[in-house]
């Protein structure tokens, strides 16, 4: 048994208009939904039509667009906001959201990396960015002064004074990881491990197993650390068209994966059964074709070795069962297809109360 409430939430694209996001958060919020993740969208998406936005700007906003709930970011990197930044804009959320409803997520972010010309030094050295960032924002956010001279960064503020007007409860910090010496730190340093797409039960297990060893070196105990898996995943009624969504979002980011991500998606693919050979052409389409193009390259095959949350109400609840059953603690919707408002809804009235007290 996990040690940390099994929750189910969103990760939410945000390459798409406000009007629609914020949509999205009102009906999570009214349908029971625990979380809605903002997977910050890099400028790479504009090849194929859709605009990236602001996480960080786009959570305070959300966050008062709701009541319940809990708003994520999966993920911000400190390669493109400096540790101090990152904590001056997670106070604003924090104060917006209110105790208990923001949860911080870092990670590296390669392909942004790529995209804003990290220096060759640098690039080798994601881990101590991710740490050094995570030691800042942590220091920051308790209020206590901050003096760091590091290999990645440099940060000094004062500590907060006890008659500063400021939020003091605890803000949750997760890491993204693929690999195991990133899913290790999060082991040791950090409230949770966020996983990127295309997670699957083999991965889930891959992760849970890292994280443990890592947290009884460190003396702690493994089953305290949330374990988010974003998983591909559309709904209807109809099992076809509940593939359908799935189908697409996986071609997209499996593209995603040869084109932008390459050596650090290995054990994301080997614990799917996929190879490179096999999901090029996928990628291929989606670079002359664009992302409908990617979809039809989606084989039957190829999707089902990506475990997708998928297909009618029934399959759904079958499969985030067996995600559970893996190890994962926090389920996270990358939710794709035609009307994902009315996906959403069948989500919280016929998923959602299976996994309920």
């Known amino acids: 048994m996990m040690a940390v409430p099994f929750r189910i939430g969103v990760m939410q694209l945000t390459m798409e208009p406000l009007e629609e996001i914020i949509e999205h958060a009102r009906i999570m919020d009214q349908h029971g939904f625990d979380t809605m993740w903002l997977a910050e969208a890099y400028p790479w998406w504009r090849k194929h039509s859709m605009e990236a936005r602001s996480a960080s700007a786009l959570s305070p906003v959300l966050a008062r667009e709701t009541e319940r709930l809990a708003i994520g970011w999966g993920i911000i990197s400190p390669y493109t906001r400096h540790p101090l930044q990152i904590a001056m804009e997670a106070r604003v959320t924090q104060e917006a959201a209110g105790p208990g409803r923001f949860y911080l997520g870092l990670g590296a972010s390669k392909i942004f990396m790529k995209a804003i010309g990290v220096g060759e030094r640098s ?33 000094r503020a004062p500590a907060l004074k006890p008659d500063a007007d400021a939020p003091r409860w ?40 890292n994280l443990a060893r890592a947290a009884e070196a460190a003396g702690r105990d493994g089953d305290d650390i949330d374990l988010g898996c974003t998983i591909v995943a559309s709904i209807d009624q109809d099992h076809d ?94 939710l794709w297809g035609e009307d994902r408002a009315r996906q959403l809804e069948l989500f919280g009235t016929e998923v959602l109360p299976h996994f309920r007290a």
């Open 123 to 155: 690039a080798e050295r994601p881990l101590t960015n991710v740490k050094e960032a995570i030691g800042v924002i942590k220091s920051y956010l308790a209020g206590d002064s901050v003096e760091v001279e590091g290999r990645e960064f440099t940060a």
């Open 170 to 209: 605890d803000v949750p910090i997760y890491m993204a990881g693929t690999g195991p010496k990133m899913q290790a730190t999060a082991g040791t340093i950090a409230d949770g491990l966020l996983t990127p797409s295309i997670t699957t039960p083999g991965f889930v297990r891959y992760a849970r197993e």
């Open 241 to 334: 068209k509940g593939r359908d969504g799935a189908r697409e979002i996986a071609g997209m980011y499996l593209a995603n994966k040869v084109q932008n991500i390459q050596g650090s998606a290995d054990v994301l693919l080997d614990n799917a059964g996929l190879t490179f050979d096999e999901i090029k052409p996928v990628a291929d389409a989606m670079e002359s074709g664009g992302r409908l193009a990617a979809k039809a390259q989606v084989t039957d095959e190829i999707l089902d070795k990506c475990r997708p949350i998928a297909g009618t109400p029934a399959e759904c609840v079958e499969r985030i069962q067996e995600y559970r059953d893996a190890g994962c603690s926090h389920i996270m919707l990358e």
